[in-house]
Protein backbone atom coordinates (compact mmCIF):
# COMPACT_ATOMS: atom_id res chain seq x y z
CA UNK A 1 0.00 0.00 0.00
CA UNK A 2 2.65 2.35 0.73
CA UNK A 3 4.55 2.11 -2.76
CA UNK A 4 1.12 2.83 -4.05
CA UNK A 5 -0.22 5.59 -2.08
CA UNK A 6 3.28 7.21 -2.60
CA UNK A 7 2.27 10.69 -0.75
CA UNK A 8 0.66 9.01 2.17
CA UNK A 9 -2.65 10.23 2.26
CA UNK A 10 -4.49 7.49 2.27
CA UNK A 11 -6.06 7.27 -0.69
CA UNK A 12 -4.73 6.52 -4.45
CA UNK A 13 -6.23 7.96 -7.27
CA UNK A 14 -6.02 5.97 -11.05
CA UNK A 15 -2.75 7.89 -11.78
CA UNK A 16 -1.12 6.62 -8.37
CA UNK A 17 -1.98 2.93 -9.53
CA UNK A 18 -1.09 3.30 -12.89
CA UNK A 19 2.27 4.70 -11.85
CA UNK A 20 2.48 1.68 -9.69
CA UNK A 21 1.60 -1.25 -11.93
CA UNK A 22 4.30 0.53 -14.46
CA UNK A 23 6.55 0.80 -11.94
CA UNK A 24 6.48 -2.55 -9.94
CA UNK A 25 4.53 -4.96 -12.03
CA UNK A 26 4.69 -3.88 -15.42
CA UNK A 27 3.45 -7.44 -16.82
CA UNK A 28 -0.33 -6.37 -15.70
CA UNK A 29 0.59 -2.50 -17.39
CA UNK A 30 -2.72 -3.28 -20.20
CA UNK A 31 -4.31 -0.03 -19.59
CA UNK A 32 -7.99 -1.33 -20.47
CA UNK A 33 -7.09 -4.01 -17.65
CA UNK A 34 -6.41 -1.49 -15.51
CA UNK A 35 -9.25 0.76 -16.48
CA UNK A 36 -11.68 -2.23 -15.60
CA UNK A 37 -10.14 -3.13 -12.10
CA UNK A 38 -10.38 0.27 -11.08
CA UNK A 39 -14.41 1.06 -11.58
CA UNK A 40 -14.97 -2.07 -10.29
CA UNK A 41 -13.11 -1.63 -7.25
CA UNK A 42 -14.15 1.88 -6.77
CA UNK A 43 -17.90 0.61 -7.71
CA UNK A 44 -17.98 -2.15 -5.19
CA UNK A 45 -15.99 0.38 -2.53
CA UNK A 46 -17.60 3.93 -1.07
CA UNK A 47 -18.10 5.16 -5.04
CA UNK A 48 -15.91 7.78 -4.78
CA UNK A 49 -13.24 7.94 -6.98
CA UNK A 50 -10.30 6.96 -4.88
CA UNK A 51 -9.25 3.49 -3.95
CA UNK A 52 -8.72 3.81 0.04
CA UNK A 53 -6.52 1.05 1.95
CA UNK A 54 -9.27 -0.67 3.01
CA UNK A 55 -10.25 -1.73 -0.86
CA UNK A 56 -6.50 -2.40 -1.02
CA UNK A 57 -6.96 -6.13 -1.53
CA UNK A 58 -9.85 -6.05 -3.93
CA UNK A 59 -8.45 -3.91 -6.24
CA UNK A 60 -5.06 -6.65 -6.29
CA UNK A 61 -7.63 -9.08 -7.13
CA UNK A 62 -9.03 -6.94 -9.49
CA UNK A 63 -5.98 -6.36 -11.59
CA UNK A 64 -5.04 -9.70 -11.56
CA UNK A 65 -8.81 -10.95 -13.02
CA UNK A 66 -8.98 -8.12 -15.62
CA UNK A 67 -5.43 -8.56 -16.86
CA UNK A 68 -6.15 -12.26 -17.22
CA UNK A 69 -9.22 -11.43 -19.06
CA UNK A 70 -7.53 -9.27 -21.24
CA UNK A 71 -4.88 -11.71 -21.78
CA UNK A 72 -7.38 -14.37 -22.80
CA UNK A 73 -9.07 -12.05 -25.25
CA UNK A 74 -5.97 -10.67 -27.29
CA UNK A 75 -4.92 -14.45 -27.45
CA UNK A 76 -7.87 -14.61 -29.25
CA UNK A 77 -9.17 -11.22 -31.20
CA UNK A 78 -7.75 -10.05 -34.30
CA UNK A 79 -7.22 -6.52 -34.31
CA UNK A 80 -10.56 -4.74 -33.78
CA UNK A 81 -11.21 -5.30 -30.12
CA UNK A 82 -14.20 -7.70 -30.67
CA UNK A 83 -15.00 -10.71 -30.66
CA UNK A 84 -16.59 -12.51 -33.97
CA UNK A 85 -18.68 -15.83 -33.56
CA UNK A 86 -15.00 -17.39 -34.26
CA UNK A 87 -12.78 -15.82 -31.90
CA UNK A 88 -15.34 -16.70 -29.17
CA UNK A 89 -15.22 -20.26 -29.96
CA UNK A 90 -11.44 -19.69 -29.64
CA UNK A 91 -11.80 -17.84 -25.82
CA UNK A 92 -14.41 -20.85 -24.82
CA UNK A 93 -11.64 -23.47 -26.23
CA UNK A 94 -8.71 -21.82 -24.65
CA UNK A 95 -10.74 -21.60 -21.25
CA UNK A 96 -12.18 -25.52 -21.41
CA UNK A 97 -15.39 -24.44 -21.62
CA UNK A 98 -18.16 -26.62 -23.31
CA UNK A 99 -21.32 -25.69 -24.01
CA UNK A 100 -23.74 -27.12 -26.77
CA UNK A 101 -24.44 -24.47 -29.16
CA UNK A 102 -21.71 -22.00 -29.50
CA UNK A 103 -23.00 -19.11 -31.90
CA UNK A 104 -26.52 -19.24 -29.70
CA UNK A 105 -24.21 -18.32 -26.78
CA UNK A 106 -22.56 -15.53 -28.28
CA UNK A 107 -25.41 -14.46 -29.75
CA UNK A 108 -26.81 -13.71 -26.00
Same mark, same amino acid.
Given at each position: ?????????????? @???????? =?????????? @??????? @???? @???? =?????????????????????????????????????????????????????????????
Amino acid at each position: WRKMDFNGNNIVSL @AEIDKFVL =DEYPVLNHKP @ALMRAYK @ATIK @AGDG =DDWVEKKEFKMLLGNLFYFNKLFWIFDQCDGDDRRLTPQEFRMVLSLCGVQVPDPDAEFRK
